[in-house]
């Protein structure tokens, strides 16, 4: 695929699709948005400690200090190869862990090597999913396993998954029996290697893989599971999970990124970057049958379980659209001055995560009246200590579960 034109969040989220190549992962930096990505990081927090990061500070409470229904938040981290495990019944901060990173030899030096880069994390019951972009890998864990030491962290014990070339995202069948992977394929010129690779979540293997004549971003399905929405730099791919042939190619959408399906299964929402809307597509004739103005470069979007609110993150509008899906009108904008990218709602609906690439802050707002009720910074620097300390952590996913996260206070 070629270099998306850009300009603002677009370089920095484009710049990333083309220069990733396999575990030589390096993202370009845009307008200071986000910090580069390297193989190899220096800090001194790393010293000595292989490819585990040491905690050099009690982590602190959120600002302001939020509460929130039982349950856990992990979030992925690709500017620094990494994940973070949160409380979200107060947003505390419980441990940051590698994934997918191979064991460094000692060298004598204090480089390291952190080629993981997960762009997108799924959650099936307490199994974790992490696109591996940066090594073409999987990595599954299973949440029970993570450890909190208070000082440091012990890493997981993960598989991986050889999958194909630099995975961006991934989303499992709502029957939990598969994980499709997004494979976007290298960025420049040659044949597309682009495609989807379907992994049996029983056997943690991959059972069959579809290409694509174009990257592959974002996966939804259908409620039932029969058919797949996958975004692409050519549109919307249909695809019958069945037989894992296309049905459908609906084009027009201005170079679509995320993708989500509403409740019954009718409706099928993307957003379209270019346009600066959100297509609603007839899952019955696929085709667009509306378009909802929102702000500048929609990346990510989030349905709520009624169907009834879609929300959509503006990283070059610095807002958060509110939309009522029955009206098809935005009822609310909400401002978030950190480049929104990733969304999540809690499974009881009672609030959104905003995850922002500028200073790396999750942002966590009310679903009943859109207000503030938290916000702090991604990475192992802790809470509001100093400005723009996540920055370059990038949270590029967030998934939510009620299941309690594992770790000491």
Known sequence: MAPRESSGLRAVLAS?????????????????????????????????????????????????????PTGAAYIATAGYQAFDAVSTSDCYYIQQYNVGDPAVPN??????????????????????????????????IDAAD?????DGYEDPPESLIPV??????????????QVWVADTGPQTGGQSLAGIDVISTSTDKVTNTLPLPTDPRNIAFSPSGATA?????????????????????IGGLGDPEDVTVSPDGQTVYVTNTVQGVVDVISAAF????????????????????????LYVANGDSNTVSVISTASGTVTNTI???????????TPDGSELW?????????????????????????????????????????????ALTTIPAVGTK
């Open 16 to 68: 990333r699709r083309v220069i990733i190549a396999g575990a030589a992962a390096v993202v370009l930096v845009a307008g200071g948005t986000a910090a580069a990505l390297a193989t190899q990081h220096t800090d001194a927090a790393h010293a000595g400690a292989g490819n585990r990061t040491v905690h050099t500070t009690k982590l602190a409470a959120s600002t302001p200090a939020c509460t929130g």
């Open 335 to 345: 401002t978030d001055n950190d480049n929104p990218v990733s969304l999540a709602l």
């Open 164 to 177: 194909g070339i630099n995975p961006e995202n991934l989303a499992v069948t709502p029957d939990g029996s």
């Open 354 to 398: 905003v995850g922002g690439l500028n200073q790396g802050l999750i942002t966590i707002y009310n679903t009943s009246n859109d207000t503030l009720n938290g916000t702090f910074n991604v990475g192992y620097y802790g809470y509001g200590q100093e400005k723009n300390q996540g920055d370059g952590e990038e949270p590029t996913g967030i």
């Open 229 to 249: 929405y996958v975004t692409t730099g050519q549109g919307l791919f249909v695809i019958n999970t069945a037989t894992l042939r296309v049905t459908a190619v």
């Open 107 to 140: 060298t004598g030096t204090e480089d390291f090597n952190y080629s993981g880069t997960d762009e997108g994390v799924a959650i099936s019951g307490d199994t974790l999913y992490f696109a591996v972009t940066g090594d073409d890998k999987v990595a599954v």
């Open 146 to 150: 993570l450890v909190a030491t208070g």
């Open 286 to 309: 696929n085709h667009v049958t509306r378009t909802i103005g929102v702000g500048q470069m929609p990346w990510q979007l989030v349905l709520s379980s009624d169907g009834s609110t």
